[in-house]
């Protein structure tokens, strides 16, 4: 299993700035995935952030709004860059364990509740 | 990979009963997992079944799954206050590795 602390739980931010939210893993970890869950809708994944290569990006979504980084095996921040309302969401830090093709097990963060006013 | 259609999108039943949700696919798949959310925080997961398995069980889960119909359902029994939550399905396929997910199944369990 995996332990994830993600920070902030909750901000609330004004409109123009960006936000960081940082996610530390127990343990080495290859996939990790941020989603974001807008007000009474299911997640929606923002990139996926394996170690040693660039975040890939889905459709709508693009770096210069969401940048990733990914420095090690354990660690991984997501940045909302220049925040309006419409960002206001509960994002989520996520990483993978598996054996086979892709994730046979996703281990969640507790989220970060941002509001933007 | 693919994301599964839940269904129905919500349900309501009385603590002791059984509650069971659907899973839809389109195209084939390795596995399929399912997923409880909790008031907005993290997912967790519950259970995963493979493509050559027809049923699994976990404590008071039951999940089946039907290739031949692409579609798998998730039974609780005797359900508790504490299932109230949101359960998600997520096929996953061979050659992806990310999870997408539904629109879910809100469960309320009423004392």
């Known amino acids: 299993s995996a332990v994830i602390s993600q920070k902030p739980s909750r901000d609330i931010c004004q409109r123009g700035t960006s936000l960081t939210i940082q996610c530390q893993v127990d343990s080495q970890v290859t996939m990790m995935f941020w989603y974001r869950q807008q007000p009474g809708q299911s997640l929606t994944l923002i990139a996926t952030?394996?170690?040693?290569?660039?975040?890939?990006?889905e459709s709508g979504f693009v770096i210069d709004k969401f940048p990733i980084s990914r420095p090690n095996l354990t660690f991984s921040t997501l940045t909302v860059s220049n925040m309006s309302p419409e960002d206001s969401s509960i994002y989520l830090c996520?990483?993978?364990?598996?054996?086979?093709?892709?994730?046979?097990?996703?281990?969640f963060g507790s989220g970060t509740q941002l509001s933007v006013l | 990979s693919q994301q599964g259609e839940e269904d129905p999108q919500a349900l309501s039943i009385q603590e002791g009963e059984n509650a069971t949700m659907n899973c839809s696919y389109k195209t084939s798949i390795n596995n399929l997992q399912w997923y409880r959310q909790n008031s907005g925080r993290g997912l967790v997961h519950l259970i995963l079944?493979?493509?050559?398995?027809r049923e699994k069980h976990s404590g008071r889960l039951r999940v089946t799954l039907d290739t031949s119909k692409k579609s798998s359902s998730l039974l609780i029994t005797a359900s508790r206050a504490a299932d109230t939550a949101s359960y998600f399905c997520?096929?996953?396929?061979?050659?992806?590795?990310?999870?997408?997910f539904g629109a879910g199944t809100r469960l309320a369990v009423h004392p």
């Open positions: 952030a394996n170690q040693g290569s660039e975040a890939t990006y």
């Open positions: 996520s990483v993978g364990a598996g054996l086979g093709e892709g994730p046979e097990k996703l281990f």
């Open positions: 997520a096929p996953v396929s061979g050659g992806y590795n990310k999870l997408i």
């Open positions: 079944i493979r493509s050559n398995e």
